[in-house]
Structures are given as C-alpha cells and as structure tokens.
C-alpha cells in the first residue's frame, strides 16, 4: 500500500522565542506536518523547543531528528518525553539515534563509545523507554503512552532495531562525511539497504513508514549544471549518480515532485524531511504533492 506524502522541517538554525513562533507559524503555513529539532550542542535543546513549536502551531506535530541516546539516562528521558507529549496534547514523535559526534561527547564530558556500543546503548533506551512509557503506573503519563518512535541509520545493526521497533524507519542514505565530503548513496546502494531492511521486517504485521533526510534542495532550470557543482560530494561521482541521488533534490518544482514520487514508488519512502535553510524553497513542493 502507498503511504501519502508526510513532510517535515528540521530547525537547525536557534532562535529567540518571537523567532522561533514566527518560524514555527511559516513552517505550518507552507504546508509542513511535522517540525522536528536535532539535538545537538550548540542548537536548541530538544524538549523545550518542541513545547514551544506546538504552542505556536495548530496543526503540525512535533519531534526529535533525532536524539542521541548517549546523551540521555532512559528514565529521565522517559520523563521528558511522557511531559512534552502530555503538554502538546499528544502530538509528539521521538526520533532516536546512535550519536556519532565524538567532539561533542567530549565537550559533555561523557563517554563516546565504539560503534556497537552506541548501538546497544540505543537498544537500551528503545527497550527502557518501552517499558516505562507502557507502565500504567509510571508518571508522568504520556498523552499516546508511548509516541510514535523514528529510528535512523544504514547498518544491519540499526536496520534491525529499525525492524524490531520503530514505527518510522529513517534511511540516512549517506554514509557519514569523510574528510569534509558528504559519501551519498546511489540509488543502487539505497535498494540495497532499503532490501536488507526488508529482509529484517518481514515478521512485521504493520509495515513501518519510511523516511529520508534530503541534504540539498534548489529549484533550477538546468540539472544538469547544478548536479555538475552539488556541494561536498566526491569530485570523482559520475554525472549519472549525482542526477540522481535520493538525498539531492534539484530541478523545477513538477521535476523534484516527480522524483519523490519515483523514490516512494522504488524505495517506499514517503515521509521527506528538508532542513529549515531551504524551507521556504521547498515550499511549492509540497505544494505540488498536497494530497498524494
């Protein structure tokens, strides 16, 4: 079955509180149904700004893109998430996620661990908050009891707590920066990962939705030029691969609507999340593909 079209904002860029509103208020304007914040040094913290944004808002739903589970201690996590839920009237989804910025654990004085021990660390706080969240006697309660749960990454690992217990699959489709270059995945590798996912899922009785970060958006008239100067993409990629990229949106609005719809229809993915720099560019987008 085609899931429509959901689409989501990731407010990077902090913000006072008129600020934030305002861009909360055009994010639900243009059409978004979601507004979602990292959590990373530096940028807003998670919990409170999420309040803020449903405050502000109506419509869109709220959440974490993503969190970094060496950050948080399960049960003081499961408070957060059980208070924001509550005091947004059930409207939030709790993205999670291993961490990988090694700078950063160290500026929080907190341990960063080898890559299989992130992953545990996350299955730990999936299974904890799991367990606190569903408890009737756990407080605060939860207005979902526990809300919808996103969980992004690309190795077999994390595909298989993907498929054992997120209700959103998030497929990176990169494979992390080298040495300040973004290494994309061609479609070719994303069926691959997108088919390994399938492979751990296929107990599933209620398919997951899928999601994808798009890193880059322009509106032109020439792909082929922009594809020819994609920023922070291996210099030696093939014109072919960088036309058609899954993280790379570029083209008239009717092209990059058309390439969503070949990528769900290919991928299943139909939940698309762009950064706030080019919300606005985005916008006719969503336009284009209201209601489908």
Known sequence: MTRPFRFGVNMMKPAGGAEWRDKCRRAEQLGYDVILVPDHLGMVAPFPAMVAAAAATERPRIGTFVLNAGFW????????????????????????????????????????????????????????????????????????????????GNGDRLLRLMAEHADIAAFTATAGYENG????????????????????????????????????????????????????????MSQEDRLNLPVMLFGTVKQMAEQLREQRERFGISYIVVLDGVMDVFGPVIEELAGT
Do not use: C, M, W
């Open 73 to 152: 201690n399960p049960a003081l996590l499961a408070r957060e998430v059980a208070t924001t839920d509550a005091l947004t009237g059930g409207r939030l989804e709790l993205g999670l996620g291993t961490g990988y910025a090694e700078a950063e654990h160290q500026r929080a004085q907190l341990e960063f661990r080898s890559p299989g021990g992130r992953i545990s660390a996350l299955r730990h706080t999936v299974d904890e908050l799991e367990r606190l969240l569903t408890d009737p006697a756990h407080t605060p309660r939860a207005e979902q009891t526990r809300p919808p749960l996103l969980i992004g």
């Open 181 to 236: 270059i973004l290494k994309a995945l061609t479609p070719g590798q994303l069926d691959e990962r997108v088919a390994a996912y399938e492979g751990f899922a296929a107990h599933r009785t209620v398919p997951a939705e899928r999601n994808l970060l798009v890193h880059f958006v322009e509106v032109t008239d020439d792909r082929h030029a922009t594809a020819r100067r994609l920023p922070k993409i291996d210099p030696e």
